[in-house]
């Protein structure tokens, strides 16, 4: 081949080289534009933005816990914290699109941002706020002792030692159970814990007062019983991750609105027949 042959086929392929590393500027190792990927954060959209531009607000709820979030003999997802989150949700001029996850797994869920905000009776403590913001607090509960009613060995918390107790492992109502000495049997949830006690699986479970006496007054029959109760109330709000200040205020001031307006007291006293936000 001769020499000129030989640079003009050199200089063609350096061209090609050049035009391929031109356009593959500003790309992201799966061939996107980074410049695309960040495009919502580059805009300065907060959640709350996002939320708004989308019409709906995505929450991670259980769907299993009763009555604060469950589904009816029809099916239909509905509690108290179902009702209060799709009148937030109204508030805020939005819809509230519910995402059923296992309580064991929610947390994970708004970590990896499935959710906007979780409202699953999340009780707000002082180890979970390192991670995450929480809205004011929208009810006060206290932790119960519940067993067979055949079983007459258990009649105060610090009974529980060497004990099963059926328990949500990431639950605060677990921590209860395992400072008095109790073997965690993990469960999906307050039914679980329930029917597992029933049939004589475990010993005990601690868990909400106020799903004991809906579960109560749905079956009045069920062999069980109530024998002690934690001293603290706990106070529940919804979760967030945080960073997303400006998605709190507004759920807050909803909140406010609810609570001033008496439509609060009228979802509470349907599921409890009382105020449970005091």
């Not at 309580?103 to 990896?112: Q, R």
């Not at 932790?143 to 605060?172: F, H, P, R, Y």
């Not at 009045?220 to 998605?247: C, M, Q, R, T, Y």
């Not at 205020?249 to 509470?268: C, F, M, P, Q, W």
Request: charged share 30%.
């Amino acid at each position: 081949m001769k020499k000129s042959s030989i640079l003009l086929l050199a200089l063609l392929v350096f061209t090609l080289v050049l035009a391929a590393c031109g356009n593959n500027k500003g790309q992201g190792t799966n061939g996107q534009s980074d410049a695309g990927n960040g495009g919502a954060a580059q805009s300065g959209q907060t959640l709350l933005d996002q939320v708004k531009a989308n019409g709906k607000i995505r929450v991670g709820t259980e769907g299993t816990y009763a009555p604060f979030t469950y589904h009816d003999k029809d099916g239909n997802l509905t509690g108290f914290d179902v009702e209060l989150t799709r009148e937030v949700a109204k508030r805020l001029g939005v819809e509230a699109e519910f995402i059923e996850t296992k309580w064991d797994g929610i947390f994970a869920g708004l970590d990896a941002k499935r959710f906007d905000v979780v409202a699953n009776q999340v009780s707000i403590r002082d180890d979970r706020k390192e991670k995450y913001d929480f809205s004011d607090p929208y009810i006060v509960s206290k932790a119960v002792l519940i067993v067979n009613e055949k079983n007459e060995d258990i009649k105060k918390l610090a009974d529980l030692k060497g004990k099963k107790a059926g328990q949500s492992l990431t639950s605060n109502l677990t921590d209860i159970a395992k400072e008095n000495g109790a073997e965690i049997v993990q469960t999906d949830g307050f039914n679980q814990a329930i029917d597992l006690l029933i049939s004589g699986r475990i010993d005990a479970t601690v868990n909400d007062g106020l799903s004991y006496l809906d579960f109560k007054k749905q079956k009045p029959d069920a062999p069980i019983k109530v024998v002690d109760e934690a001293a603290n109330a706990s106070h529940s709000g919804f979760l967030f991750n945080k960073g997303n200040a400006e998605l709190v205020e507004a759920v807050d001031k909803a909140l406010e609105e609810i609570k001033n307006d008496g439509t609060y007291l009228k979802i509470s006293e349907k599921y409890f027949g009382e105020d449970v936000s005091k």
